[in-house]
């Protein structure tokens, strides 16, 4: 079996930097791999380029964590190594949706599901995540949900 592209693109990049010396960028490529790998060993197969960018999507959600609780603890070094390493990871991941795309998004899971109150919450947010494959935050998702149902978020 021969590697996804995308997955080909990151072994590429990889020894680009092992022979460029950019220890920094080798680490999160080297990370990224790791995740897929990890991903494919669970599930038993190769990855698609969309499963990869699913899995570069993880990591960047990741790295934008530890920047917020690296700048919230006053650790800018290592908030600013995180930007980096998620810098990197970034052109691999599913763009990410508009303020207005994930309006719409959210407007047709609630359509689609026929949901008209906050019980319905775990229905449209199965329909609205589904369609938006890791293009967007989940909490802002649920954020919108919330209030379109009438819920306060809270």
Known sequence: MSDPALKAQVR???NA???SGDKVR????RLFLAGIMNKEKELRRELSDDEVREVAAKEVKKHTESIE?????GRTELAQKERTERDVIVPYAPERLS??????LVDEA??????TSAKEIGKVMGAAMSRA???VDGAVVQQKVRARLGEEPG
Do not use: C, H
Not at 26 to 29: E, I, N, Y
Not at 69 to 73: I, R, V
Not at 99 to 104: F, L, M, P, S, W
């Open 12 to 14: 590429r990049e990889m």
């Open 17 to 19: 930097a092992l022979k």
């Open 26 to 29: 080798l680490g999160a490529l």
């Open 69 to 73: 609780a690296f700048d919230g603890a």
């Open 99 to 104: 303020d207005e795309a994930v309006d719409a």
């Open 110 to 115: 609630i359509a689609a599901t026929g949901a």
């Open 133 to 135: 494959k890791g293009r």
